[in-house]
């Protein structure tokens, strides 16, 4: 009797579509993490945002978020980042990848970068979760979640995150996975104190 399963996204990525790709992935299995779990079922690179209006929260930070292209993967897969927030794409492959994202209100980007050592720099216009993908490797994608505050978290390889100073208050919570969908929970935040979701 065989038994074959495929957890739904988690799939091996065949690096021969491109011989360079081939070439610097030898002997390793490469794994499209869409789905990324811990045996228990938590889940990684989940983004975590508290929603709503927050006029007294701090600028935007000028230290940039850095995504590379490395192995012919986007690292890291998910990303926060708050709107005006610089995000710096890099290329670590001596090969053409492409920076593509779509979008009709100002965080649209199509740009080249075929030698290793290219960086490209962007601030995104509009809060919304924006798919980056290289064109030339379709199985190459990183997500940004561009947010007009600061409390927001990317769950780690264990499934936590934690988000610091969020105002106190009845406070809702968004929580999205590029393959599993959104989830919404309603926290109580109390002054001085910890919330569990």
Known sequence: VRIIGKIPGNSVIRMGADPMCSKINAGKRVVYEAVASTIEGHLANVFVVVEGEFPQAPAPPSTPVVI?????????????????????VKNSDELLHNIHS???????????????????????????????????????????????????????????????????????????????GTVKKNVQVKAGA???V
């Open 102 to 180: 779509s979008s009709s209100r100002g965080n649209d980007v199509n740009i080249s970068q075929p030698k290793a050592g290219m960086t490209n720099q962007f601030r995104f216009k509009e809060e919304r979760m924006l798919r980056l993908r290289c064109d030339v490797h379709g199985w190459m994608s990183s997500w940004i979640g561009v947010v007009n505050h600061p409390y927001f978290a990317v769950t780690a390889a264990d499934g936590t995150f934690e988000i610091r100073d969020v105002p106190a208050g009845a406070r809702s919570v968004e929580i999205w996975h590029e393959q599993l």
């Open 194 to 196: 910890s919330t569990t």
């Open 68 to 88: 590379d292209q490395r192995a012919c993967l986007y690292v890291p897969r998910v990303v926060g980042v708050r709107v005006g927030q610089p995000v710096e």
